[in-house]
């Protein structure tokens, strides 16, 4: 594979403004807003930044892309974690905005149809009268072309499952202007190369989503939620490892440690026990949600929990997982002028225990604050690791504290990443995780479809 050229040509630029006309942008505002990130990875602006409206318009794109040589890096929501969208060699960046519309609900098949650009908090709002709700939740009010992208899945993955299998087809743009269509409707499929997995987590190195089918689920006909608070950080993982070994049917099972809580409570109002916490949900019918809560509170009553709070108004569980999901607002307000590096370690719920104790026994050792959450219901949990924005001791700190979280994991079972991908942050260990001859394959894949290296470049491959 080649660079792409890092400078675009005036030729590239005209044809650009012919193609998209005002909806191409080369003002330092738009391409500075294009070049922000969550978290400590950072990259430059990208040269230009397109607006497009349909597939086509995308198509096209690829196609001048191809012509120029210059690179196309996906935008969605700007949420990302890694620097997935970053434009590390130049080139344009497309931002996905305008196409925002679900284009078909089928109720009978359980199934939407949508363009990348729509959030899925837009979309559950779209299919309240259906009956039906789109389950993915990763707490950011994401795009659901970039939850794809990121192969993202959420605090109820562990009933739900993730993005990878939520997405039963896609429409791709390809380099050099292809349109391809993956998947069908169908509950299932046994034709080929399954090219729509080979997508969700591609992280926009092989083609640009312009189009999603995505798997609906009923929603359920009474919900509860509580939190409970725990003597101890083993006791509360403990208890979630027991729960999940029962076979008992969460809809959501989030850690929080003491660190966090106090962080929500201050931010957020709330007045949980300053303990760990853990915060559950349950779904199904009303006397199997009530059977699954009480089952639930012996559990736990048996790793000493207490304190517990049980939100069954639809008001009350909207405060509590609402304040689960600023818990990232909330920490980084807990010590003013910091940025945040976020691990995302994901293990074998056996050795859940043993991945959070011994992680934060090595963050209480670096005197960083690191606070530690999570979806532990399917083992993934995260550190947030706070660094005093232009401190460079701090940052090197936590950045070989990541490193030696993600290297627990893989000696653990697990993988460097359960939820927010690879992007910039991790590629430096995918070679760990896969191996030199798995990762090497990956980069074939990269340069069959990609040959040019356009779509998305630096990221993910080697």
Not at 280 to 305: D, K, L, N, T, W
Request: hydrophobic fraction near 45%; charged fraction near 20%.
């Amino acid at each position: 594979m080649k660079n792409p050229a890092v400078m675009l040509t005036d030729a590239a630029l005209a044809d650009l403004r012919a193609a998209f006309g005002p909806r191409l942008s080369v003002g330092h505002a738009v391409r500075d807003a294009h070049a922000q990130s969550e978290s400590l990875v950072s990259g430059p602006p990208p040269e230009a930044v397109v607006f497009p409206e349909t597939t086509a318009e995308v198509a096209e794109l690829a196609r001048l892309s191809d012509r120029h040589g210059f690179a196309l890096v996906g935008w969605g929501a700007g949420t990302s974690l890694e620097g997935h969208a970053l434009a590390v060699l130049g080139g344009v960046t497309v931002d996905f905005a305008r196409m925002d519309r679900v284009l078909e609900v089928r109720p009978e098949d359980m199934v939407a149809v949508v363009q990348p650009g729509i959030t899925r908090e837009r979309l559950n709002e779209e299919l309240r009268a259906t009956g039906l709700f789109f389950p993915v939740d990763p707490g950011a009010n994401a795009s659901l072309g970039g939850i794809a992208a990121t192969r993202a899945s959420g605090t109820a993955a562990v009933r739900y499952g993730t993005m990878r299998g939520n997405v039963l087809g896609l429409e791709v743009v390809l380099a050099g202007g292809e349109v391809i269509r993956t998947g069908t409707a169908a509950p299932k499929s046994s034709a080929g190369y399954d090219l729509t997995a080979l997508m969700v987590g591609s992280e926009g190195t092989l083609g640009l989503i312009t189009e999603l089918t995505l798997r609906l689920h009923g929603q359920p006909e009474a919900v509860s939620a509580a939190a409970c608070a725990f003597p101890a950080m083993v006791a509360a993982v403990d208890c979630v490892i027991a729960t999940i070994q029962t076979g008992l049917p969460m809809a959501r099972i989030e850690f929080l440690d003491a660190a966090t809580v106090a962080a929500v409570n201050a931010f957020s109002g709330l007045s949980l026990p300053p303990a760990p916490q853990l915060l559950v949900e349950f779904h199904g019918s009303p006397e199997g949600v009530a059977e699954q809560a009480a089952r639930f509170g012996e559990i736990a009553e048996g790793f000493g929990a207490t304190g517990f709070q049980w939100a069954k108004a639809p008001e009350d569980r909207k405060r509590l997982w609402a304040a689960r999901h600023a818990a990232y607002r909330a920490i980084l307000a807990s010590r003013p002028g910091s940025r945040a590096i976020v691990t995302d370690a994901c293990v074998p719920i056996s050795a859940l225990a043993a991945a959070v104790e011994e992680t934060a026994a090595d963050i209480a050792a670096s005197g960083l604050p690191g606070p530690i959450l999570g979806h532990v219901g399917d083992g993934n949990f995260h550190a947030i690791l706070m660094v005093r924005d232009g401190d460079a001791g701090e940052a090197a700190t936590a950045k070989a504290l990541a490193h030696r979280m993600a290297e627990r994991a893989l000696r653990l079972g697990g993988t460097i990443t359960g939820e927010h991908g690879i992007g910039l942050g991790k590629r430096g260990l995918m070679a760990a995780e896969h191996g030199a001859g798995g990762w090497a394959a990956m980069g074939r894949i990269k340069a069959a479809l990609d040959p040019k290296g356009l779509m998305n470049p630096g990221k993910l491959v080697p």
